[in-house]
């Protein structure tokens, strides 16, 4: 158990669990600070400047990089800080591709709610020299596109890509104002060493990188990944009676958060138009379309010819646990033979 | 896995043998690479170069089919240096000194020579995985699929027990389960020699125990496994086949004898799946299946952890949940005992007779499962088993003596190459699922022979050039990729492409114990389509 520190911000008072940084301490109050480049799962770095905080009446300090401590007293704004985020928050929005409308990331923007925060006037953007900006969109990988022209430089992809996914697949190229964010060489993203996991499209605090398609849901389901046997935990996001969605499950062990591109992008199977939809009766070598009865009539007569070592099931590593008692069961008690298997060692 | 998944962030040493993580169990493999960049060793052994050695602190490359050997020689150099767990041995293992006398065949010019590891990089392995604790140790199909798998295991076994790399958090004896529920059909007896939690058929209290609660009477004859049925079908001794979500046409080694079998007009031949795959295509009533967005249910993963999937949508059409299906075609035969309305229900029956799920039900896993063993309601589950004491009769860790043995089939000079079989990032198992989602078919659309350098040269095959694969049962058509990623000598192929059918050539020379067949070591040559 970590030692409870007690402190103030704006007058508040505020419970924090000592090393816990004042910006995060605030967030789990209900209390707004502006930023852009913070997220719970990564260490702090503190680039983007606009969490600017006062302590005891002192200098500016950045809330993510500064510890807690028992009885200070925590200002979040003030003229000096007012004017340090205003220019931060300008120079970000004044090359920034901004077609909020058509934008994937609008429902869930930090951008704009820092914007909203701060006040921003388009006019007092105009006097600022801006930077021509139009650097071409990577739409390589089938999933997801990344727009340089939205990205604020916040570094999350990046550290995302090295902290969480261990891979490093992205870094800053250029310095200053050119400064981007790319692979390797700059090369698409599908000739990198990129897993394509999307683990950076989810934490992109704006636009930058982005579902190809668009991924919002009228409302989710909490289930267990189809693939593999780390049994990721997800939400599947439906819209009407479709799968248009994958999001990773935080709370499950297995996987706190994360997913593979298979687990959160491979889903559309289920809608495909491939999918079985009748029981299907092969008649003179050809398949005819069928009802339940029918098909089920025609089993249970031929299997009732086959009984004892005549017969054998195969079970399936795909279908769910009851799924699998049955046919066992099945196969044991209504067939009489033990000779019931599975893909386990294929 | 005998530990849990999130115990790898607390491993100082991670060792992974036979399993290609990041491609496999993408997610697992994160978690490694995170661990590796927080300050534990990883170390990697395998025939090649996999993702995961960019990480890897030291990368050990023994030839396809030298797992034992390399296991004893680790084995016998921390007996050399006294660097064991004998306290642990003392107290918890038996047939200790029968094994240490079977690794006297293991000597360091043995090993050297049967796996082509210099034996300092054995020993390097063997010291770092002995003595930088705890250690977890994890492997995949590339141990396990060998006509000496079982051997293979055990050797990895006798490395955890004589370090004591067992029965305590961070550590472990770790086989990466590969479907969503491998380790839940399993568990629910889909296996022909056991009933639901492992009670082998053979044991009278058990088959009296199943035809008590079934109120039918059973055989205590072991059935056949999976290669075993279509050699049967082959022969004309199984009649009737019921084959629900499988693709063995694409996933069993020797495939080719498998449509052979299925071709036999005197079977009747039920498939039950979602798509139409290649399989299902030669039998004689298809009954359409529910996908897993469509059903309710539980399934297990590699750590025994049982979760939940839930209904999300409606089946599409027709098609209706796998336990649905089964229990009518039950049903239409006369039989009671499948009258269930929903799967909740099932678990409880599978909780009364199976003690391994006791506690478990619907209830209790909603929010994040639990892992078994969890034997009663009051039970919060396991999350790494031995603990204290072994989960055998005496309590006591089994040490097993092994002698190498080569694989069933050796390069020659007609078969020069060795073809081991791997998986894609992309596709899952014969890719029905995978290769219907354009993006991951868009980022992986076909079969690669890859092959090393050396070996392009020696046969004259140009990157990017169709060639044909032949071992003694076929051959198959697949474009080259030269990469270091294999070594001179070996080869590699997936089996997700039905284009490129690998599982024609492998070879299904069965493990005696486990009878899974040895699609990790087949023996090849490589010629350009003329």
Same mark, same amino acid.
């Given at each position: 158990m970590t030692n409870q520190i007690n402190f103030t911000i704006d007058g508040q008072e505020i419970v924090a669990q000592e090393g816990q940084n004042i910006l995060d301490a605030a967030l789990a109050n209900d209390i707004y600070i502006p930023h852009l480049c913070h997220h719970p799962d990564l260490k702090p770095v503190g680039a983007c400047r606009l969490c600017g905080v006062e302590i005891d009446g002192g200098h500016m300090t950045m809330s993510c $990089?500064?510890?807690?401590?028992?009885?200070?007293?925590?200002?979040?704004?003030?003229?000096?800080?007012?004017?340090?985020?205003?220019?931060a928050i300008e120079l970000l929005i004044a090359d920034h591709h901004m077609d909020c409308l058509a934008c994937a990331a609008a429902h869930d923007c930090d951008l704009l709610t820092v914007s909203a925060y701060m006040g921003v006037q388009p006019e007092r953007l105009e006097r600022l020299r801006k930077t021509e900006r139009d650097l071409p969109i990577d739409t390589s990988n089938p999933f997801f596109q990344f727009d340089p022209n939205k990205c604020v430089i916040c570094g999350i992809c990046v550290r995302t890509c090295d902290e969480i996914v261990g891979l490093g697949a992205l870094g800053f190229i250029d310095r200053g104002v050119s400064t981007v964010v790319g692979t390797f060489g700059n090369k698409p993203f599908v000739e990198s060493v990129c897993e394509s996991c999307g683990e950076c499209v989810v934490r992109c605090p704006v636009g930058a990188l982005a579902p190809k398609k668009p991924e919002f849901a009228a409302r989710e389901v909490q289930t267990t990944c189809v693939y593999c046997g780390v049994g990721c935990g997800i939400y599947l996001g439906i819209s009407g009676d479709e799968v248009v969605s994958v999001r990773a499950d935080r709370e499950r062990p297995t996987n706190e958060?994360?997913?593979?591109?298979?687990?959160?992008?491979?889903?559309?199977?289920?809608?495909?138009?491939?999918?079985?939809?009748?029981?299907?009766?092969?008649?003179?070598?050809?398949?005819?379309?069928?009802?339940?009865?029918?098909?089920?009539? $025609?089993?249970a007569s031929k299997f009732a010819e086959s009984k004892g070592e005549k017969f054998a099931a195969l079970a399936s590593a795909k279908c769910t646990l009851e799924e699998n008692y049955l046919i066992q069961k099945f196969t044991r008690a209504v067939m009489g033979t033990n000779s019931v298997d599975h893909c386990a060692r294929l | 896995m005998t530990n849990s998944i999130k115990e790898i962030d607390g491993a100082k040493t991670i060792f992974v043998i036979g399993a290609n993580t990041t491609n496999a169990h993408p997610v697992i493999g994160q978690r490694m690479r995170r661990a590796a960049q927080n300050g534990a060793i990883l170390l990697v052994a395998n025939p090649k170069e996999i993702d995961l050695v960019r990480v890897a602190h030291t990368f050990i490359q023994p030839k396809p089919g030298s797992d034992t050997a390399l296991l004893m020689g680790m084995c016998r150099y921390i007996l050399d240096k006294d660097l064991q767990d004998q306290a642990f041995i003392d107290e918890h293992c038996e047939n200790f000194d029968e094994f240490k006398a079977s690794l006297d065949a293991f000597t360091p010019e043995f090993v050297e020579e049967i796996t082509g590891v210099p034996w300092e990089q054995v020993a390097k392995v063997a010291h770092t995985y002995a003595t930088n604790k705890p250690a977890a140790l994890f492997y995949a199909m590339g141990i396990t699929q060998h006509s000496h798998g079982t051997d293979n295991v055990m050797a990895v076994a006798n490395l955890a027990l004589l370090t004591g790399n067992?029965?305590?958090?961070?550590?472990?004896?770790n086989p990466l389960r590969g479907q969503n529920n491998v380790q839940g059909a399993c568990d629910m007896g889909g296996l022909p020699n056991v009933y639901p939690g492992y009670q082998n058929v053979t044991i009278p209290e058990n088959k009296a125990k199943f035809e008590k609660a079934w109120g039918k009477l059973m055989s205590d004859k072991v059935g056949l496994t999976h290669t075993?049925?279509?050699?049967?079908?082959?022969?004309?001794?199984?009649?009737?086949?019921?084959?629900?979500?499988?693709?063995?046409?694409?996933?069993?080694?020797?495939?080719?004898?498998?449509?052979?079998?299925?071709?036999?007009?005197?079977?009747?031949?039920?498939?039950?799946?979602?798509?139409?795959?290649?399989?299902?295509?030669?039998?004689?009533?298809?009954?359409?299946?529910?996908?897993?967005?469509?059903?309710?249910?539980?399934?297990?993963?590699?750590?025994?952890?049982?979760?939940?999937?839930?209904?999300?949508?409606?089946?599409?059409?027709d098609s209706k949940p796998d336990w649905w299906i089964t229990s009518q075609i039950a049903q239409k035969m006369g039989e009671h005992g499948f009258d269930f309305s929903a799967p909740s229900e099932i678990m409880d029956e599978i909780a009364s007779v199976t003690p391994i799920y006791g506690g478990i039900s619907h209830e209790r896993i909603e929010e994040v499962g639990l892992q078994w063993p969890c034997r009663d309601e009051n039970d919060p589950g396991t999350q790494y088993l031995h603990k204290g004491k072994f989960a055998r009769p005496n309590g006591k860790g089994q040490f097993v003596p092994l002698e190498y043995k080569q694989s069933?089939?050796?390069?020659?000079?007609?078969?020069?190459?060795?073809?081991?079989?791997?998986?894609?990032?992309?596709?899952?198992?014969?890719?029905?699922?995978?290769?219907?989602?354009?993006?991951?078919?868009?980022?992986?659309?076909?079969?690669?022979?890859?092959?090393?350098?050396?070996?392009?040269?020696?046969?004259?095959?140009?990157?990017?050039?169709?060639?044909?694969?032949?071992?003694?049962?076929?051959?198959?058509?697949?474009?080259?990729?030269?990469?270091?990623?294999?070594?001179?000598?070996?080869?590699?192929?997936?089996?997700?492409?039905?284009?490129?059918?690998?599982?024609?050539?492998t070879n299904p020379a069965l493990d005696p114990v486990a009878k899974i067949p040895e699609t990790k070591v087949t023996a090849v040559r490589v010629e350009k389509v003329s």
């Open positions: $990089l500064e510890p807690v401590r028992e009885g200070i007293d925590v200002r979040t704004d003030s003229p000096v800080i007012y004017q340090a985020r205003k220019i958060g994360s997913l593979c591109v298979k687990g959160r992008y491979g889903f559309n199977f289920i809608n495909h138009p491939d999918r079985l939809t009748k029981p299907l009766i092969k008649k003179n070598g050809e398949f005819e379309e069928a009802e339940w009865d029918e098909a089920l009539e $025609l089993i | 067992i029965g305590k958090e961070s550590t472990g004896v075993e049925i279509f050699d049967a079908i082959y022969e004309g001794k199984v009649t009737a086949l019921y084959m629900v979500g499988e693709n063995p046409l694409l996933t069993e080694a020797n495939a080719k004898h498998v449509r052979e079998a299925l071709e036999n007009p005197d079977l009747f031949f039920v498939a039950q799946d979602i798509f139409l795959s290649e399989t299902a295509q030669l039998a004689d009533v298809v009954l359409p299946a529910a996908s897993f967005a469509e059903k309710d249910g539980a399934i297990t993963n590699t750590e025994r952890r049982v979760q939940r999937i839930r209904k999300a949508i409606p089946p599409r059409g069933a089939e050796i390069v020659d000079a007609e078969y020069p190459l060795i073809l081991t079989t791997d998986r894609s990032l992309y596709h899952y198992h014969s890719a029905t699922m995978t290769r219907r989602v354009a993006g991951l078919e868009e980022l992986d659309s076909n079969e690669w022979l890859k092959l090393s350098p050396a070996d392009a040269d020696q046969f004259g095959i140009e990157d990017g050039e169709w060639v044909e694969v032949y071992s003694r049962r076929g051959k198959v058509k697949v474009r080259a990729q030269v990469t270091d990623v294999c070594p001179t000598g070996v080869c590699s192929m997936t089996f997700h492409f039905h284009e490129s059918p690998t599982n024609e050539i």
